[in-house]
């Protein structure tokens, strides 16, 4: 079992940075791959990065690519988002996400999410 809380977003002007982190419980964390998803008002819910278990292969959404990083502290349970030269379109609500096994870009194949945090980008 696996409990996830997001953490780190907020109201950032465009071109700024931020860095989302993801908190994760209990020590089976090591076996789960780890995604991040967000939702912006009036859209559908849609991929943004997957990370799989040991950190060292990484699947971005042709959006976020070359401006966000995620990244994963096993040791810590936790994986980040960094995500840098942030634009409007980017406002959503983020939510982290982990899948037993392979990583994948599918929202219905991750078992546990968090409840979300907000992030708002102003032009």
């Known amino acids: 079992q696996v409990q996830l809380v997001e953490s780190g977003g907020e109201l950032v002007r465009a071109g700024g940075s931020l860095r989302l982190s993801c908190a994760a419980s209990?020590?089976?964390?090591?076996?789960?791959?780890m995604g991040w998803f967000r939702q912006a008002p009036g859209k559908e819910r849609e991929f943004v990065v997957a990370i799989n278990w040991s950190g060292g292969s990484t699947y971005y959404a042709d959006s976020v690519k070359g401006r966000f990083t995620i990244s994963r502290d096993n040791a810590k349970n936790t994986v980040y988002l960094q995500m840098n030269s942030l634009k409007p379109e980017d406002t959503a609500l983020y939510y982290c996400?982990?899948?037993?096994?392979?990583?994948?870009?599918?929202?219905?194949?991750?078992?546990?999410w968090g409840q979300g945090t907000q992030v708002t980008v102003s032009s």
């Open positions: 209990g020590h089976t964390f090591r076996s789960y791959s």
């Open positions: 996400a982990a899948k037993y096994g392979g990583y994948s870009h599918y929202e219905s194949r991750y078992d546990y």
